[in-house]
């Protein structure tokens, strides 16, 4: 079975006459922005909560053993925090083989948390996302099997811990709460 989301992400051409895109980033795309942007801003979106709900096959595990990132969990009283980034539409082709996974991009409102420099608040962008219909799904488990899984995972972009560490890392610099991410930190750190 396929998990490759490529092609289906290519059909999606609502921003494709925009100069720039909002992207919402709020799990590797936080930490690893090796893309190009034109500016970056703190932001989120209401709606949705982050967890560590979606296997990685390609990035943080493999076929066999997949890791586990974070995907979007629909929750109509929860916010969530991450980074906006400013994109020229032509980033989204080496982003969709990125996010390949069982991503797709999603229309979304995001709101900016920088204290609006200049005086825009609030933005219609993309967010990848993972939903439970994906192959690659993994869906809830106990915190304690999560950071195991985490901590034994290891992929073709390095340790499955590093992915966890750097997020929780980034969400505090930023001083945003995930009580959810940083449960799993400190249960990774205990192993
Ligand atoms: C994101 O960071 O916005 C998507 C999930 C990931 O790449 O870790």
Redesign the pocket.
Known sequence: MSFDTTAHNRRMTYFDEHESVWL???????WKADFDYLERRPASIRGWVRRFWQGSHDHRGTPEAPGR??TLVADAGATCH?MAYRIPPRVFEPLDI??KNG?LRVVTDMTFEDGAADGVEQAEGV??LAGEDNAAYLGPAEEAAIARQIAESHGPSGPNRDYLLNLAAALRELGFEDAHVFALERALLAE
């Open positions: 919402f980033g709020y799990g590797s795309l936080i990132v974070v991450g990125r996010e991503y967010v990848y």
